[in-house]
């Protein structure tokens, strides 16, 4: 009974600390988290929240990662929420599982109590980073490493080899493109298992089956793929992995491959760095207390993770499984080190060597806490998407009779917003010669992301040449002001110039400006001592967690100018080339301090409908919009409709050639 209150109490600090770093992350997050990556996923999901008995051969995803978004959407459509909101649950969900899989074969490996809760215990901190994923990724890998261990837990451990591990092998190769590569890693494991370890050449038949079911899954895809049936197939996969054909494997390219993956931190550290004598240490307790299916699995899995640096472009999605089972291992050792028997009974010379090992295990729990908590704010702050979601979509929902035209950089976010069907025709970077025909028709979605990433395009309001901006102000009084260009993307100020009150004036002021991500409000209330100090370095390490809030360094151009008389009318004029421009135009009264904003990314549609206009020719028009360097392209403008922050509502307002 005391055994199992124990453990179900590091299983609920699994589950706290894990929770708490998925709640830490989405914790007034802009958009999704983790864009670009879960943009696919959300798209997946909503694809079969909005068709859950769709065939497969219409379904966003490949054969070998359709059963997450099959089951998340599924469930979205019952539950009646959106996919994004759905896969932001899915990692609550995911990492429950994960926990119930650990504890289950780990359980199984040892009886021991103590194993089970210090392997609750560091995998309640296991975080992983981008290039092999993680426990902070709950996405279609994450489940193939919880199946690949409920398969391994069935052929190892379970009386029904067949029964349980057949079904979880099939599902985890529809997982995820990795699963054929870890359904051959059970494969190694149960040859090496039954012939090096147990010496039992009947044991064999297990192996045969295990391979004659990846065949059977492998080639019925193959053939369904061909009857165009499903959209695409495992070999597909293949060649997206694959660096070289086996047989053009050259064997001084294979070998520098393989230096170069051994070579990295992440496998070094392990396996001939800080943390070797944990690994060895463990290995030598599994090796004598015969813990060989663990053993067997490690072993599979180093030998697969340097047999595939050759061959793959993406080599370290595959250490995965092997952290993993190398942290299973060091639970293991660290669980015969703390065994007080094991003291009472240890010379001095012993004591000493099992006290230097419980420094440097508390050093790989200080370290890896630190990871974690550092990830966590790294990936909070990670390619946010800023959109005032419940305005868009009540707008979308108000203008259902027109066709939509996405011109975003992920399409999927947007769709993934819905909470009930909606019947767009969509149509992503349609041609603008498609609008210009039928304009009343269509509706146009543009975005200018701020703080998403460096020099990312999308609409820019038009500054054309021998064009101006009028800056509509209130009355501006007699006194000193200074305007500011902030983040526009000029790549110069030449033809430039300001007028007002009579006076033109082109002497800016060029500086640097760094944009920053505005941190008010981001952080949770309450926030363990793990999260504390964000911008302090902790001991041992060289830099904070909280590296910094700027998100890019741009520029800045300013002029100083003093006007005589009241005027209303401020002119930012271009006699150079056509100029497309983001960021804001800041004009301040030095001598009051009161600024006025137009601010091109996030300003308000009034402020940007009506506080400023362009004029062309003897004209004065709407602001026009059009992204210069992608569809629909500089010859076709739009007048914007709608503000959302990141994205923008447009309709067609008419080319170019014709202002």
């Known amino acids: 009974m005391k055994n199992k209150i124990t453990i179900s109490g590091a299983f609920l600090f699994f589950l706290l600390v894990q929770w708490y770093g998925i709640y830490f992350m989405l914790y007034n997050h802009p958009g999704p988290l983790g864009l670009d990556d879960s943009a696919s996923y959300i798209q997946q999901i909503d694809f079969f929240r909005e068709f859950p008995l769709s065939s497969p051969s219409l379904a966003p995803s490949n054969i070998n990662k359709i059963l997450h978004p099959y089951i998340f959407g599924l469930l979205a459509s019952l539950m009646g929420i959106s996919a994004t909101s759905m896969f932001h649950l899915n990692f609550y969900i995911g990492i429950f599982l994960m926990g119930l899989t650990i504890t289950s074969l780990v359980k199984k490996i040892d009886s ?3 194993f089970t809760v210090i392997a609750l215990l560091l995998f309640a901190f296991h975080e992983g980073k981008g290039s092999y994923h993680g426990f902070f990724w709950v996405v279609p890998s994450f489940y193939a490493i919880m199946l690949f261990l409920l398969t391994a837990r069935a052929v190892f451990y379970s009386k029904h080899h067949y029964i349980y591990g057949l079904p979880l092998l099939a599902l985890l190769l529809v997982t995820h493109s990795t699963g054929i590569y870890l359904g051959s890693l059970i494969v190694v494991a149960i040859l090496l298992h039954e012939t090096l370890f147990k010496r039992n050449l009947p044991g064999i038949k297990k192996l045969v089956a295990f391979l004659l079911a990846v065949s059977v899954i492998f080639i019925g895809s193959e053939y369904l793929y061909q009857q165009h049936i499903l959209p695409t197939s495992f070999t597909s996969s293949f060649n997206s992995y ?13 070998l520098n491959d393989i230096l170069e993956t051994i070579g990295r931190h992440d496998f070094s550290k392990y396996f001939y760095g800080l943390y070797t004598p944990l690994v060895v240490y463990g290995l030598y307790w599994i090796w004598k207390e015969k813990k060989y299916p663990l053993l067997s699995l490690f072993m599979a899995a180093l030998i697969g993770q340097i047999l595939i640096s050759p061959l793959s472009n993406y080599t370290y999605r595959f250490f995965y499984p092997l952290e993993i089972l190398t942290w299973i291992v060091i639970a293991y050792g660290l669980s015969k080190l703390l065994q007080p028997r094991e003291w009472s009974t240890a010379g001095i010379t012993a004591k000493t060597s099992r006290w230097a090992l419980v420094v440097l295990s508390s050093l790989f729990l200080y370290n890896t806490i630190h990871q974690k908590a550092a990830h966590n704010f790294y990936f909070k702050f990670y390619n946010p998407l800023f959109l005032e979601a419940k305005a868009f979509t009540d707008y979308l929902d108000n203008n259902q009779d027109k066709k939509l035209a996405m011109y975003v950089k992920l399409p999927g976010v947007y769709m993934g917003l819905q909470q009930s069907g909606m019947d767009f025709a969509y149509h992503f970077n349609p041609s603008g010669k498609n609008i210009a025909r039928d304009p009343e028709s269509w509706l146009v979605i543009g975005e200018n992301l ?3 990433e460096a020099n990312n395009g999308g609409f820019r309001a038009l500054l054309p040449k021998d064009g101006a901006l009028h800056i509509k102000t209130p009355a501006l009084l007699p006194g000193r002001y200074r305007i500011e260009l902030i983040d526009t993307e000029l790549p110069g100020t030449d033809g430039i110039s300001i007028s ?6 082109s002497d800016w002021q060029e500086d640097s400006y760094a944009v920053r991500f505005p941190e008010k409000g981001m ?8 999260y504390w100090f964000p911008d302090t370095t902790w001991p041992l390490h060289n830099r904070p967690m909280r590296k910094t809030d700027i998100v890019r360094e741009s520029r800045k151009h300013s002029i100083d100018f003093t006007l005589h008389e009241p005027t209303a009318s401020l002119m930012l004029r271009n006699s150079g080339e056509t100029r497309y421009l983001a960021g804001m135009i800041q004009l301040t009264n030095l001598d009051t301090g009161l600024a006025q904003v137009i601010d091109f990314y996030w ?3 009034t402020t940007l409908k009506e506080g400023i206009s362009l004029v062309y020719g003897d004209k004065e028009l709407p602001l026009l919009w059009t992204d210069p360097n992608g569809a629909p392209g500089r010859a076709y403008l739009f007048q914007m409709k709608k503000a959302f922050k990141d994205a923008k509502a447009f309709t067609y307002y008419g080319k170019s050639g014709e202002l």
């Open 523 to 530: 952080y949770p209330p309450i926030m363990p001592p793990w």
């Open 603 to 605: 300003g308000d549609e």
């Open 242 to 254: 694959r660096k070289v054909e086996f047989q053009n494997l050259m064997p001084a390219t294979a």
């Open 112 to 114: 021991s109590a103590l």
């Open 500 to 505: 007002a009150d009579g006076v033109t004036l």
């Open 450 to 452: 701020r703080l998403y």
